[in-house]
């Protein structure tokens, strides 16, 4: 196999740990395989009133084995690209929120393609013949398509970290022929849930008439894609160790002291409205409420990672989150205890597996997600003989796989609130039963299975 070369909005150091799944899941690939890592150096430049858009300049730098290759932005394609496509539309269309989007700003399309083919150019110099490319996540689309139009000739795999919706939803957006045809570009792509291969699958035949070729394949425009289900994992191993270490190990004994008498309850998201917290929050105190054993004693930690706070539908839900965490911990706070206990920062990664290891309950509810990589973080964290249960939103691409998890309904606050009283009385041998399965599970898909099934899928798929 050839050289890997990955390219994604964002880079990162793999031997930095990051918040997001992304950014997670990649650099723990990388690590093992080395290669190229391109995309955006985050770094966005300003350029002179009445001047053109900047040629973004490109920085490369060693980590590793793996090297990172970024260029900046200017302000107008950083906001028309970044903010105002790809987060403004696509990510609220793909987690099936045509309320949230803004398709009125019509310029930006034009320029999250503009930023497509800046990559696309700047890129293309660096490739090797035998480069196997593998281009992340939908800020990034249309990049095979650009490549192509350049003369790269080398495979090209395609994975989508969200979910992708139903046919009928996808065609609110303005233009969304040429988004779709863009996949077709690649020689494989890949999807999260067989939930979403299957959207793919109606969306290519009933809009573009592709046809079926065998199991996987669809030929539309005289191309023919290869299009299967890789659901992400985390590295077991790699979280397990991070709960040995020092940080972590302090964070769960200080928790444990802390909360001796307490039952923690916990949350670890990015602040994004995807993630359902207020509907979260809404369960917990609708658990306050009925059940009030739990006063005094349920404790939600709730960790809400700050997550693109210029776009105004998440400075809208932080507004919300304060609102609801002010009204419960009001109603319901004690001189000696505070039901929720809100963090709007980044906790280190290093105290994650403390912090699960602590929890007797984790809440990951997201209304839609692509896969959910906290659910797998917390099961790793869990001691086998005491393990606390996970409540997981059956929304979650990860409840394809984690079916032993209590599964919710997180738009339904009141059976979420019960699921969470049964995770609080569940006997021992029952959670030890559903973790160990769930474990077992974590452990035969992993990262490196993930991204060893995707690169060797991609690698025999001659499609043309
Ligand atoms: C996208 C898709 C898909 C969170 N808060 C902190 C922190 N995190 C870490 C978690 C986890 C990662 O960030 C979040 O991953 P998720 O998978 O939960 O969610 P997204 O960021 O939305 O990721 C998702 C993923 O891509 C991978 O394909 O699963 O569906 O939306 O690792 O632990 N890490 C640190 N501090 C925090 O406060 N250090």
Same mark, same amino acid.
């Given at each position: 196999m050839g050289r890997l070369v990955a390219v994604s909005n964002r880079v990162a150091d793999p031997r930095n740990a990051s918040a997001g799944g992304l950014a997670v899941a990649l650099g723990e690939a990388l690590k093992v395989t080395?290669?190229?890592?391109?995309?955006?150096?985050?770094?966005?430049?300003?350029?002179?009133?009445?001047?053109?858009?900047?040629?973004?300049?490109?920085?490369?730098?060693?980590?590793?084995?793996?090297?990172?290759?970024?260029?900046?932005?200017?302000?107008?394609?950083?906001?028309?690209?970044?903010?105002?496509?790809?987060?403004?539309?696509?990510?609220?269309?793909?987690?099936?929120?045509?309320?949230?989007?803004?398709?009125?700003?019509?310029?930006?399309?034009?320029?999250?393609?503009?930023?497509?083919?800046?990559?696309? %150019?700047?890129?293309?110099?660096?490739?090797?013949?035998?480069?196997?490319?593998w281009i992340h996540d939908y800020h990034l689309i249309p990049l095979a398509a650009e490549l192509r139009a350049i003369g790269c000739s080398q495979r090209i795999g395609f994975f989508l970290h969200i979910p992708l919706p139903p046919p009928l939803i996808l065609a609110a957006i303005p233009q969304h022929e040429w988004l779709m045809r863009a996949l077709f570009a690649y020689d494989l792509v890949g999807f999260q849930s067989h939930a979403d291969l299957e959207h793919f699958g109606r969306y290519v035949q009933s809009e573009a008439r592709a046809e079926p070729m065998g199991e996987h394949r669809y030929r539309?425009?005289? %191309?023919?894609?290869?299009?299967?289900?890789?659901?992400?994992?985390?590295?077991?191993?790699e979280f397990a160790e991070l709960g040995r270490g020092p940080e972590a190990r302090e964070t769960y004994e200080m928790m444990m002291a802390q909360y001796a008498r307490r039952r923690l309850l916990l949350g670890i998201d990015r602040l994004d409205y995807s993630k359902g917290l207020p509907q979260r929050l809404k369960a917990f105190q609708i658990l306050l409420a009925e059940y009030p054993e739990n006063r005094m004693s349920a404790t939600l930690v709730q960790i809400a990672a700050p997550s693109r706070e210029s776009?105004?539908?998440?400075?809208?839900?932080?507004?919300?989150?304060?609102?609801?965490?002010?009204?419960?911990?009001? %109603?319901?706070?004690?001189?000696?205890?505070?039901?929720?206990?809100?963090?709007?920062?980044?906790?280190?990664?290093?105290?994650?597996?403390?912090?699960?290891?602590?929890?007797?309950?984790?809440?990951?509810?997201?209304?839609?997600?692509?896969?959910?990589?906290?659910?797998?973080?917390?099961?790793?964290?869990?001691?086998?003989?005491?393990?606390?249960?996970?409540?997981?939103?059956?929304?979650?691409?990860?409840?394809?796989?984690?079916?032993?998890?209590?599964?919710?309904?997180?738009?339904?606050? %009141?059976?979420?609130?019960?699921?969470?009283?049964?995770?609080?009385?569940?006997p021992l041998a029952e959670r030890q039963a559903r973790h160990g399965k769930l474990l077992e599970r974590i452990r035969a898909q992993d990262v490196h299975w993930w991204s060893g099934e995707f690169l060797r899928t991609l690698a025999e798929s001659d499609c043309g």
């Open positions: 080395g290669g190229l890592w391109f995309g955006w150096s985050g770094k966005v430049v300003e350029t002179a009133q009445g001047g053109t858009p900047g040629e973004g300049e490109l920085h490369q730098q060693q980590a590793g084995n793996v090297t990172l290759a970024t260029v900046d932005l200017c302000r107008e394609d950083h906001d028309g690209y970044y903010l105002g496509y790809s987060n403004g539309v696509l990510w609220p269309v793909f987690h099936y929120r045509l309320d949230l989007a803004d398709f009125d700003a019509g310029q930006n399309l034009n320029i999250y393609r503009r930023v497509n083919q800046l990559f696309a %150019r700047k890129l293309a110099p660096l490739l090797e013949p035998d480069d196997e490319i539309a425009f005289h %191309r023919t894609v290869r299009a299967q289900a890789f659901p992400i994992g985390i590295d077991v191993d776009v105004d539908a998440y400075a809208d839900l932080r507004r919300e989150m304060e609102g609801i965490t002010g009204a419960i911990n009001g %109603r319901y706070g004690e001189l000696d205890w505070m039901p929720v206990r809100y963090i709007h920062r980044t906790t280190s990664r290093r105290r994650l597996p403390g912090l699960c290891r602590a929890s007797r309950v984790a809440l990951v509810t997201p209304l839609r997600d692509g896969m959910n990589l906290v659910a797998k973080e917390y099961v790793a964290a869990q001691d086998p003989a005491d393990p606390g249960v996970l409540v997981l939103s059956r929304f979650a691409g990860a409840a394809e796989q984690m079916k032993e998890a209590l599964l919710v309904n997180p738009y339904d606050t %009141r059976a979420t609130a019960q699921a969470v009283q049964q995770a609080l009385h569940m």
